[in-house]
Nanobody, 118 residues
Framework: QVQLVESGGGLVQPGGSLRLSCAASGIFFSDYNMHWYRQAPGKQRELVVSITDIGSTNYADSVKGRFTISRDNGKSTVYLQMNSLKPEDTAVYYC????????????WGQGTQVTVSS
């Protein structure tokens, strides 16, 4: 059974930081590209950042210079370090795994809430 479990969300003041984690089980993690998406109330889910199986990264313009994605294949975990948080970063954050050999094989986590507010 495949599971992606996000953690680390919460309430933080503007300018603060959070570190999200997404722990995978039931897959050979090293063979997956990993992505963080977010969905704010009333808005479509959007791609925030991606990291490939070999560690290449790609960031949405809105988070460049503030967010950092990393992965630990030994722990089957992907991380999202979020700094200088803004109220517009408020959303549910989801991790998404996509198999490198067949992009039709994908898995989603259940999401973790991030709220940026004073």
């Amino acid at each position: 059974q495949v599971q992606l479990v996000e953690s680390g969300g919460g309430l933080v003041q503007p300018g603060g930081s959070l570190r999200l984690s997404c722990a995978a089980s039931g897959i050979f993690f090293s063979d997956y590209n990993m992505h963080w998406y977010r969905q704010a109330p009333g808005k479509q889910r959007e791609l925030v950042v991606s990291i490939t199986d070999i560690g290449s990264t790609n960031y949405a313009d809105s988070v460049k210079g503030r967010f950092t994605i990393s992965r630990d294949n030994g722990k089957s975990t992907v991380y999202l370090q979020m700094n200088s948080l803004k109220p517009e970063d408020t959303a549910v954050y989801y991790c998404h795994a996509v198999w490198t050999r067949n992009s039709a094989r994908t898995y989603w986590g259940q999401g973790t809430q991030v709220t940026v507010s004073s």
